[in-house]
């Protein structure tokens, strides 16, 4: 699990193909997520799910503190 820059929209895992050297897959905000990362990601985060290679990220920013 990875944790999200404020503003990013798009994963940066890195990629072995020199054309597209990152994976710039869209993140998208899980709703179903299971408990087991829920428990990983901790109480009032927002997890993201890459829909490309499927990494997940952890919203740090503060306003997903603020909402619970
Ligand atoms: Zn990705």
Known sequence: ????APRQ???NIPTNDPKDPYCGGK????SDLDPEAKKAAGPGKDV??????KTLYVDESPYALAKK
């Open 1 to 4: 699990m990875k944790s999200k």
């Open 9 to 11: 929209t798009v994963c």
């Open 27 to 30: 993140l998208k905000k899980i």
């Open 48 to 53: 993201f799910r890459c829909q490309k290679c």
